[in-house]
């Protein structure tokens, strides 16, 4: 509440030119509450988005085609795509307060978190038993009734592991978001990100010290107060008929469960409704009743009205970006080509090492309440910490060891990619119905044979979403791993990241335009031949309800 309110304070103070952040330990407090009021803000923002744009995708087909490809446009284009432009549009909305500024970084916070938890809604709607919608379908569920008891409820497991690497990729951007300069203008605001910049760029090991122990307080308190909780509640949504091993528990979740005054509360929520809930109609009577044909039109109407307005926002964002992209010279879109080159080759190589640790791993974790109840808050700790803030560390320590910079970024791009697809695996593991288990018993599976013909299998689904987000994570990264600046030098190697970078850095707009456009075709592409083709692959041989 205190970081709301201070959030809330700042918005109608008069909006100052250059903001200076104060280095002390005692400002730490009210700048960390800042910075995670704005993430929390960002967060339902993403949970609303999630529900919604994921709701509608995974219902048409048609729409799909279309979303899917946008959604993974939007988690490639990087902050610094979007940065410039929004900064400086609600800045010129909101010329005298510091509202522009403030939404703009939650808007970028938000960029950071919504496209994980998106994907992962969308794979867990696709992954739902045919069963259970054969139950919603024969009782006549209204919208509403199925999105709450069947849809919601299977994609909570999932929902709530991407929802804490969602909090840690938005806080992956807090220094670029809060400590944000465009050409000569200073767009700062107070919070911990800006915090951490102003320590790195002065070199004040302290005040980095400071900042270090002020993150791992926050995201530790985080843990214990909601995503443990949460984790443990959403274990009731398992889709088994055989109970496994002890659960995950929380004391915050105990203390809540022996709650009088909230077991008072929940009765006369009952009783309340039973008395106001009229009889529901029968299977037959419901059927009986004629189709809404009114509703039908009013919904077309309402899908009619939406296409026209987007198609009128196309052309006319069509015919502006022709004209900044007709100031680009012919020779830099064949370094642009190169350029995308080299940042593809580093992503690949990016997923490829972390795939290869955090899939064995993330199965261990997600199939023992033990080790995952022991190594949750580590895990929850180490991703939640803003790798660039590690950047200069891990640079440091490979260019002692003569590594090229070019393999550094390489690494820092995985440092950034590695816990999406941790994540994602946890959650499938933890996932697995323990019937499964049993069968595997039954059967003497043991070894590797339970690793290749249950395990991996099982987790496949979440595996894909974890690669898709994972190499949108990596794309991301690429603006502040391919140019980094180490003990007062820039360190820059050739990629599409550092390009955009430049780019953003002197206010060159149509260079901008042209690199984010050139990753989003890129992206088209390899939604087009790989990533469509691998969901293909997960939702006809590898999903549960098959």
């Given at each position: 509440?205190?970081g709301?309110?201070?959030?809330?304070?700042r918005?109608?103070?008069?909006?100052?030119?250059?903001?200076?952040?104060?280095?002390?330990p005692?400002?730490?407090p009210l700048?960390?509450?800042?910075?995670?009021?704005?993430g929390?803000?960002?967060?339902?923002?993403?949970?609303?988005?999630?529900?919604?744009?994921?709701?509608?995708?995974?219902?048409?087909r048609?729409?799909?085609k279309?979303?899917?490809p946008?959604?993974d446009?939007?988690?490639?284009?990087?902050?610094?795509?979007?940065?410039?432009?929004?900064?400086?549009?609600?800045?010129?909305?909101?010329?005298?307060?510091?509202?522009?500024?403030?939404?703009?970084?939650?808007?970028?916070?938000?960029?950071?978190?919504?496209?994980n938890?998106?994907?992962?809604?969308?794979?867990?709607?696709?992954?739902?038993?045919?069963?259970?919608?054969?139950?919603?379908?024969?009782?006549?569920?209204?919208?509403w009734?199925?999105f709450?008891?069947v849809?919601?409820?299977?994609?909570?497991?999932?929902l709530?592991?991407?929802?804490?690497m969602s909090?840690a990729?938005g806080?992956?951007?807090?220094?670029?978001?809060?400590?944000?300069t465009?050409?000569?203008?200073?767009?700062?605001?107070?919070?911990?990100?800006?915090?951490?910049?102003?320590?790195?760029?002065?070199?004040?090991g302290?005040?980095?010290?400071?900042?270090?122990?002020a993150?791992?307080?926050m995201?530790?308190?985080c843990?214990?107060?909601?995503?443990?909780?949460?984790?443990?509640?959403?274990?009731?949504?398992?889709n088994?008929?055989?109970e496994?091993?002890?659960?995950?528990?929380?004391?915050?979740?105990n203390l809540?469960?022996?709650s009088?005054?909230?077991?008072?509360?929940?009765?006369?929520?009952r009783?309340?409704?039973?008395?106001?809930?009229?009889?529901?109609?029968?299977?037959?009577?419901?059927?009986?009743?004629?189709?809404d044909t009114?509703?039908?039109?009013?919904r077309?109407?309402a899908?009619?009205?939406?296409?026209?307005?987007?198609?009128?926002?196309?052309?006319?964002?069509?015919?502006?970006?022709v004209?900044?992209?007709?100031?680009?010279?012919?020779?830099?879109?064949?370094?642009?080509?190169?350029?995308?080159?080299?940042t593809?080759?580093?992503?690949?190589?990016?997923?490829?090492?972390a795939?290869?640790?955090?899939?064995?791993?993330?199965?261990?974790?997600?199939?023992?309440?033990?080790?995952?109840?022991?190594?949750?808050?580590?895990?929850?700790?180490v991703?939640?910490f803003?790798?660039?803030?590690l950047?200069?560390?891990?640079?440091?320590?490979?260019l002692?060891?003569?590594?090229p910079?070019g393999?550094i970024?390489?690494?820092?791009?995985?440092?950034?990619?590695?816990?999406?697809?941790l994540?994602?695996?946890?959650?499938?593991a933890?996932?697995i119905p323990?019937?499964?288990?049993?069968?595997?018993?039954?059967y003497?599976?043991?070894?590797?044979?339970?690793?290749?013909?249950l395990?991996?299998?099982a987790?496949?689904?979440?595996l894909?979403?974890?690669?898709?987000?994972a190499?949108?994570?990596?794309?991301?990264?690429?603006?502040?791993a391919?140019?980094?600046?180490?003990?007062?030098?820039?360190?820059e190697?050739?990629g599409?990241g550092?390009?955009?970078?430049?780019?953003?850095?002197?206010?060159?707009?149509?260079?901008?335009?042209a690199?984010?456009?050139?990753?989003?075709?890129?992206?088209?592409?390899?939604?087009?031949?790989?990533?469509?083709?691998?969901y293909?692959?997960?939702?006809?041989?590898?999903?549960l309800?098959r």
């Amino acid at each position: 509440m205190a970081g709301v309110v201070g959030l809330a304070q700042r918005w109608e103070a008069p909006i100052r030119q250059a903001v200076e952040i104060d280095l002390s330990p005692s400002a730490l407090p009210l700048y960390t509450l800042l910075s995670l009021s704005r993430g929390f803000a960002a967060y339902l923002l993403s949970l609303a988005f999630t529900l919604t744009y994921g709701t509608i995708a995974a219902h048409g087909r048609r729409a799909e085609k279309i979303m899917l490809p946008l959604l993974d446009i939007g988690q490639g284009i990087p902050v610094l795509g979007f940065l410039p432009g929004l900064v400086l549009g609600m800045v010129a909305l909101f010329p005298r307060t510091n509202v522009g500024l403030e939404l703009a970084c939650i808007v970028m916070i938000f960029t950071g978190q919504v496209w994980n938890m998106t994907f992962s809604y969308i794979g867990s709607l696709r992954s739902i038993p045919e069963e259970l919608h054969e139950v919603a379908r024969i009782h006549r569920f209204s919208f509403w009734k199925r999105f709450r008891t069947v849809e919601l409820s299977s994609s909570v497991i999932g929902l709530v592991w991407n929802s804490m690497m969602s909090m840690a990729g938005g806080w992956f951007f807090l220094t670029v978001n809060e400590a944000f300069t465009l050409g000569d203008r200073d767009f700062r605001l107070p919070g911990i990100g800006s915090y951490m910049a102003v320590a790195i760029e002065k070199g004040d090991g302290r005040a980095m010290g400071w900042a270090i122990v002020a993150m791992v307080v926050m995201i530790v308190t985080c843990d214990q107060l909601l995503w443990r909780p949460l984790v443990a509640w959403s274990q009731r949504f398992r889709n088994a008929d055989v109970e496994g091993e002890a659960a995950p528990e929380s004391w915050v979740l105990n203390l809540v469960r022996r709650s009088a005054f909230l077991r008072r509360a929940r009765l006369r929520r009952r009783r309340s409704r039973r008395r106001t809930t009229s009889p529901s109609p029968t299977p037959l009577s419901a059927a009986a009743a004629g189709p809404d044909t009114g509703g039908a039109r009013v919904r077309a109407g309402a899908l009619a009205a939406i296409g026209l307005v987007a198609l009128v926002g196309a052309v006319f964002g069509a015919w502006k970006l022709v004209g900044l992209l007709a100031r680009v010279p012919t020779g830099e879109w064949v370094v642009l080509a190169g350029a995308l080159g080299a940042t593809f080759l580093r992503t690949l190589a990016a997923l490829a090492l972390a795939t290869a640790w955090t899939l064995p791993i993330g199965i261990l974790l997600g199939r023992s309440a033990v080790w995952s109840r022991r190594l949750q808050p580590v895990v929850q700790i180490v991703a939640s910490f803003p790798a660039p803030m590690l950047f200069p560390v891990v640079t440091g320590l490979l260019l002692a060891f003569r590594v090229p910079f070019g393999a550094i970024a390489a690494v820092l791009m995985f440092l950034g990619a590695q816990w999406y697809i941790l994540f994602n695996v946890l959650a499938g593991a933890s996932a697995i119905p323990h019937d499964l288990d049993e069968a595997a018993d039954v059967y003497a599976m043991r070894g590797a044979a339970r690793w290749r013909k249950l395990f991996v299998p099982a987790v496949f689904p979440f595996l894909v979403t974890g690669l898709v987000t994972a190499a949108g994570g990596a794309w991301n990264a690429s603006i502040v791993a391919e140019t980094l600046t180490w003990r007062g030098r820039t360190l820059e190697t050739f990629g599409l990241g550092s390009l955009i970078t430049k780019a953003t850095r002197d206010a060159n707009f149509p260079l901008l335009t042209a690199g984010v456009l050139t990753m989003s075709l890129a992206l088209v592409l390899l939604n087009r031949l790989v990533w469509r083709r691998l969901y293909r692959l997960a939702e006809t041989k590898y999903s549960l309800n098959r």
